[in-house]
């Protein structure tokens, strides 16, 4: 393009500068699995499952959403040449693709996995100020639910649950009446699980992780009609994401869908400080059309409006942390995979060895310690009918 404005040339900017995004992420992973495969003696294939590939690219792809969405809205409202209509395309593909993604996970996993009830039994809050500490964000981080493989086979299609105490947790295993064994039992290899892992880590329902990116979607959309000049469609669109938003925390805190208490008390906090920030905007955006309007009362509506972004940021930081800590301990996993070695002096910080390095402890948080509550069959305990 000869001829373009600035506005057009960060729109191409942001959709180009995504897609590269994108590819180098999409490398970065293949070298991992790679390495992973060469110095942990497995093949490409058992690699890609134990790092859990390529669920990790999606939150990365999922971040580049809003900007894509806008860059693409604008080249397709102010195409200038060919190659506006072709980044356009691009954008478009780029944008439907999580969802699509996310759509076909949620789709696919009730159907292939079993979800695994884990409810931890209440205990006395005594000791000291660092046990109490200890108890209360044990209780925030516990999850409540875990995605297993399952095995489908019934005989007679009737589906029991019974509950089983393991120490301080309280396991409901869904089971064949008939043979009373646990329907959902670990598979040589659990691919599917692993596939899909970072979702269903966070997810005890994945349809909502589909919700709540069609919403960032549909937000990024609705902010890009809104630059548009006119007025009235500005206010539309505020409107809508208002409404948008209130539904997606009404939805969320009705069904609860994460698997910890932590993720359910940040999405709460973080939809009602986004849905507050909109409402000051909409705010002032019908109270700026009002002859003898207070202009001070309307600049402090904006002021409020940004007080509760940097507070959602803010927030969005702290989790960023506790994710952080969960990366790190995952890396600390695959490292003794890959160089069990360098963990033999330090037994007392290592967990216990086994000679295959596909099944020590690369799915241990996730999967053994559910297991070897449910394996064999449990004593005479209450049925409750699923």
């Given amino acids: 393009c000869d001829k373009t404005n600035a506005a057009s040339a960060d729109a191409r900017g942001a959709i180009v500068g995504n897609l590269v995004y994108w590819a180098g992420a999409c490398a970065l992973m293949i070298v991992v699995v790679a ?25 990365l792809a999922i971040v580049t959403v809003p900007s894509t969405v806008s860059g693409t809205f604008y080249l397709l409202s102010e195409v200038q040449c060919a190659v506006d209509g072709v980044i356009a395309v691009i954008g478009v593909l780029m944008c ?5 993604v996310l759509c076909w996970v949620a789709y696919m996993a009730p159907r292939r996995l079993v979800r695994m009830e884990l409810q931890q039994t209440s205990s006395r809050l005594s000791g000291t100020a660092c046990m109490l500490l200890h108890k209360h ?65 966070d997810y005890a329902l994945v349809w909502y992780a589909c919700v709540d990116v069609a919403v960032l979607t549909m937000a990024a959309l609705l902010s890009g009609v809104s630059s548009l000049g006119s007025g009235s469609a500005c206010r539309a669109s505020a409107i809508v994401v208002l409404v948008l938003y209130w539904g997606q925390l009404v939805l969320c805190a009705v069904v609860r869908p994460f698997t910890t208490l932590f993720s359910h008390i940040f ?16 705010w002032y955006l019908f109270g700026s059309v009002v002859d003898g309007v ?34 790190l301990r995952a890396c600390r996993r695959h490292i003794k ?23 020590r402890t690369i799915w241990k948080d996730d999967i053994d310690s559910v297991i070897s509550a449910i394996e064999g069959t449990p004593p005479a305990l209450p049925n409750c009918s699923v």
């Fill in 35 to 59: 390495v992973y495969s060469r110095f942990g003696h497995v093949s490409l294939a058992r690699s890609v499952e134990a790092l859990g590939a390529p669920s990790q690219l999606l939150p």
């Fill in 96 to 100: 439907a693709c999580p969802v699509a």
């Fill in 137 to 201: 964000v044990t209780v925030l981080l516990h999850r409540r639910v875990r995605w297993l493989e399952a095995n489908t086979k019934r005989s007679d299609g009737v589906e029991v649950c019974r509950e089983k105490r393991r120490g301080g947790t309280l396991i409901k295993a869904v089971e064949d009446e008939e043979s009373g064994f646990p329907r959902a039992q670990r598979t040589p290899h659990p691919s599917w699980c692993r596939l899909a892992t970072v979702i269903l880590i």
């Fill in 267 to 282: 999405a709460l906090l973080t939809l009602t400080l986004s849905t507050l920030a909109v409402a000051f905007q909409v």
């Fill in 294 to 327: 207070d202009l001070s009362a309307l600049y402090r509506l904006l002021t409020a409006a940004a007080v509760c972004d940097i507070t959602v940021s803010g927030v969005s930081i702290v989790k960023s942390l506790f994710d952080v800590f969960d990366v």
């Fill in 337 to 359: 995979v890959m160089f069990p070695m360098l963990f033999v002096h330090v037994s007392f910080l290592s967990e216990p060895m086994n000679p295959n390095p596909l099944e």
